[in-house]
T-cell receptor
Framework: DSGVTQTPKHLITATGQRVTLRCSPR?????VYWYQQSLDQGLQFLIQYYNGEERAKGNILERFSAQQFPDLHSELNLSSLELGDSALYFC????????????FGSGTRLTVV | AQKITQTQPGMFVQEKEAVTLDCTYD???????LFWYKQPSSGEMIFLIYQGSYDQQNATEGRYSLNFQKARKSANLVISASQLGDSAMYFCAMSEKTSYDKVIFGPGTSLSVIP
């Protein structure tokens, strides 16, 4: 157990639907990062939050949004889902910077049918 | 522009032998960090080793060592005494201080350890 908890582990939903992925960071970690891993795109950075505030944005679609709550857990909202959104979504956390690497959660496998 | 290059899509190594996984990177930031992660077939991402751009010595963690050649912008991972459990995808990654430490990943190398 890495200490980073992601729920749910698996999600199957239909095109056009909306889903929410949840992440609880490791105790004491202030930064949360979201990544999308698909076969054709590899590991893509989506967004970073630090202590509740958005800190960096990557290749995140407008249909996707995220937030970090006062208790530091984070949610990634995916809407108007398309088949191409099927992927493994990872959350990672770190104390502040990344000098010693992220700690990743086990991921949420999203399948859009 | 591709910032992390891993030129070996797949590698094979005999059990108990050493193997080197190649990684080159591109950055103009003088302060950066380099990482290697392992992803077994189960899917989880496992942090292996870290090298800071100002570190004078190559990082080592057990059977893992990072061959850091700053002038060549190279950060190869060396796994000594390969084990069957080392079969996995290996990702080289980098963070830059000017990018608020977000980590970007290379395309990965699939390593298969042969008994």
């Amino acid at each position: 157990d890495s200490g980073v908890t992601q729920t749910p582990k698996h999600l199957i939903t239909a095109t056009g639907q909306r889903v929410t992925l949840r992440c609880s960071p490791r105790s004491g970690d202030l930064s949360v990062y979201w990544y999308q891993q698909s076969l054709d795109q590899g590991l893509q950075f989506l967004i970073q939050y630090y202590n509740g505030e958005e800190r960096a944005k990557g290749n995140i679609l407008e249909r996707f949004s995220a937030q970090q709550f006062p208790d530091l857990h984070s949610e990634l909202n995916l809407s108007s889902l398309e088949l191409g959104d099927s992927a493994l979504y990872f959350c990672a956390s770190s104390p502040s910077g990344t000098d010693y690497g992220y700690t990743f959660g086990s991921g949420t496998r999203l399948t859009v049918v | 522009a591709q910032k992390i290059t891993q030129t070996q899509p797949g590698m094979f190594v005999q059990e108990k032998e050493a193997v080197t996984l190649d990684c080159t990177y591109d950055t103009s930031d003088p302060s950066y960090g380099l990482f290697w992660y392992k992803q077994p077939s189960s899917g989880e991402m496992i942090f292996l080793i870290y090298q800071g751009s100002y570190d004078q010595q190559n990082a080592t963690e057990g059977r893992y060592s990072l061959n850091f050649q700053k002038a060549r912008k190279s950060a190869n991972l060396v796994i000594s005494a390969s084990q069957l459990g080392d079969s996995a995808m290996y990702f080289c990654a980098m963070s830059e201080k000017t990018s608020y430490d977000k980590v970007i990943f290379g395309p990965g190398t699939s390593l298969s350890v042969i008994p």
